[in-house]
């Protein structure tokens, strides 16, 4: 019983040096669009073109919003704001055809025009994004990148209104 117990760990210790392991992809530029809906009373949602590397020629799909968390505003009332009105972190869910997978920003805001009047804010987030891994086709996609936000708030209480989204760099499967 040994002996053959033996002989079966040997078979599978030769056959895992000789089977390799899948190849990983090598890092690909993606492009990423957005047309964002901030909605007043649930999480914001978007459709999304993505092109490029994992998501070949272009690729549609959706987004809706996990969570955001300011992490700091960098001025105080009555003092005048900087030139960034605050920073934040998200995390967006991506959903595609083949599976879907978790984004994570970290942003800067700036306040370029106010509407005294309505109220209407237009704002420009820059910053970094990062995946690592998901569902499907993209449980093991791993990518980082920049990107670019501009949002129109027409509700600044609420914070309801629209925005775009372009999002550039590399991804690939592991």
């Not at 040994?2 to 895992?16: C, D, N, P, Q, Y």
């Not at 501009?150 to 550039?168: H, K, M």
Request: net charge negative; with cysteine; glycine share 10%.
């Amino acid at each position: 019983m040994s002996r053959l117990l033996l002989l079966a760990a040997m078979s599978l210790a030769t056959t895992m040096l000789f089977v390799a392991p899948a190849a990983a992809t090598p890092p690909q530029d993606v492009t990423i669009t957005l047309a964002v809906d901030f909605n007043a009373n649930a999480p914001c949602t978007a459709d999304i073109t993505a092109l490029g590397g994992v998501f070949g020629q272009s690729t549609t799909g959706t987004m809706e919003c996990q969570s955001f968390s300011p992490v700091a505003a960098a001025w105080a009332l009555p003092t005048a704001a900087p030139p960034h009105l605050f920073k934040y972190t998200a995390v967006d869910r991506y959903t595609f055809a083949g599976g879907s997978f978790l984004i994570t920003f970290q942003a800067t805001c700036t306040l370029t025009a106010v509407d005294p009047v309505t109220g209407h804010q237009s704002l420009v987030c820059d910053g970094n994004w990062r995946v690592n891994g998901g569902t499907g086709d993209y449980l093991l996609l791993r990518g980082t990148g920049t990107f670019i936000e501009l949002q129109e708030i027409d509700d600044p209480v609420a914070f309801s209104g629209t925005g775009t989204f372009t999002g550039v760099g590399k991804m690939h499967i592991d």
